[in-house]
T-cell receptor, first 111, second 111 residues
């Protein structure tokens, strides 16, 4: 079945650590997105990529990094520069002008 | 830049009553508009979308929305609420480059 897979479902990070969230899709979508969800703030765009080897910052890119080496994969690294990383992270993909398909999310907690 | 405003972070209705969730958008190009639903600790599922053509669009689970360009609105309605409709609802706009979401509206359905 086609879909978009995020892993892990839960992730714990110590202060000062970098962590990487995985996002893989087999829908042959060109575009992929990362959103951060906090209570009462909806989904805020972190980074997006329309094609392989190219990506753009969204509204809250500081403290995050991404890569798009393959069409199917768009991993997100939460760096130690992100001072408040505890949140629910959602990955999505689509082709231009079509609806986005979402993964099940990764809940990141700083311990 | 495009944006979405959802009026009302919480909406409560009685079972069987009309559901109305409000969404206004801004976009510099003709927008593509979407409504998504999210259940706790899950990703987002598409309810319905407007791309071109008929301004009244029907979605899953009895929901529909009307695109009103003059009002820059895309309100979501359902004639009769069901207990299973309790969830968080997000309106989104795409300007063919990225996709932005509103802050969400949490719908509560009272028996």
């Amino acid at each position: 079945d086609g879909g978009i897979t995020q892993s892990p479902k839960y992730l714990f990070r110590k202060e000062g650590q970098n962590v990487t969230l995985s996002c893989e899709q087999n829908l042959n979508h060109d575009a992929m997105y990362w959103y951060r969800q906090d209570p009462g703030q909806g989904l805020r765009l972190i980074y997006y990529s329309q094609i392989v080897n190219d990506f753009q910052k969204g509204d809250i890119a500081e403290g995050y990094s991404v890569s798009r080496e393959k069409k199917e994969s768009f991993p997100l690294t939460v760096t130690s520069a992100q001072k408040n990383p505890t949140a629910f992270y959602l990955c999505a993909s689509n082709n231009m002008n079509t609806e986005a398909f979402f993964g099940q999310g990764t809940r990141l907690t700083v311990v | 830049a495009q944006s979405v405003t959802q009026l009302g972070s919480h909406v409560s209705v009685s079972e069987g009553a009309l559901v109305l969730l409000r969404c206004n958008y801004s976009s510099s190009v003709p927008p593509y508009l979407f409504w998504y639903v999210q259940y706790p600790n899950q990703g987002l599922q598409l309810l319905l979308k407007y791309t071109t053509g008929a301004t009244l669009v029907k979605g899953i689970n009895g929901f529909e929305a009307e695109f009103k360009k003059s009002e820059t609105s895309f309100h979501l309605t359902k004639p009769s609420a069901h207990m299973s409709d309790a969830a968080e609802y997000f309106c989104a706009v795409s300007d063919h480059r990225d996709m932005r979401f509103g802050a969400g509206t949490r719908l509560t359905v009272k028996p």
